[in-house]
């Protein structure tokens, strides 16, 4: 495994891959309605948050620096992507010079830059890659995040409802909260929510594999 060193350079302003506004018009919630929003932007960050942790990647756009060794191969599968060649500020192997253009290839969409020979290392690439988010997030990923806080919403509804409990004397009923039966049924839950086959299928193809 190659033994990598990212510094960030330029950090992204936000790690958001929905804006408020296309969630809750993916909620159905009208504009004006503002009741929600502070939730609802706090479930926005937490789940762009699960999603970047479970693919492995960060993807929003950043500048950074990044160290390659221990390689094993001439393929260098940057972290953040997609990228532009143009995006590609310097390539240096080894560290403090700087390689020519024609000494190597970029491919935009998968983040990987080959080298056409062997080099000494470390190799060192400074580059911008990442989407400018939340604008450029791709549908699939804008899809997985709803679906996330959907399912987050479902099961506290759930909960909430978990708790209700009624007594019936004749013509009589009488109904209450239970939060006995709510503390238990939160501690049976574990995590809050569950990936769907769905979320899964969309988010396994921008999954970063380490190499």
Not at 96 to 118: I, N, Q, R, W
Not at 130 to 150: F, H, I
Not at 183 to 206: E, Q, R
């Amino acid at each position: 495994m190659a033994d990598i060193i990212i510094k960030i350079l330029e950090p992204a302003d936000t790690f958001d891959l929905l804006s408020l506004d296309e969630l809750k018009h993916m909620l159905g919630i009208s504009d004006t309605d503002a009741t929600q929003d502070q939730t609802l932007q706090e479930l926005i960050t937490r789940y762009s948050d699960v999603i970047s942790t479970l693919c492995n990647r960060v993807f929003a756009k950043e500048k950074v620096r990044e160290t390659w060794r221990c390689l094993g191969s001439r393929r260098v599968f940057l972290s953040h992507w997609p990228a532009a060649e143009s995006d590609i500020e310097s390539v240096e192997c080894p560290r403090g010079t700087v390689m020519d253009p024609s000494t190597y290839e970029f491919e935009e969409k998968s983040g990987k830059l080959e080298l056409f020979a062997s080099r000494s290392e470390p190799i060192v690439v400074t580059y911008t890659g990442g989407y400018d988010l939340p604008d450029e997030a791709p549908p699939a990923l804008k899809q997985a995040c709803e679906l996330l806080v959907r399912e987050e919403q479902a099961y506290v509804r759930a909960i909430g409802m978990s708790g209700i409990r009624s007594l019936t004397h004749k013509e009589s009923r009488v109904q209450f909260y239970d939060t006995a039966a709510t503390g238990a049924n939160a501690s049976k839950g574990g995590m809050s929510v569950i990936l769907s086959p769905t979320a899964n299928a969309l988010l396994m193809h921008y999954v970063r594999l380490q190499v």
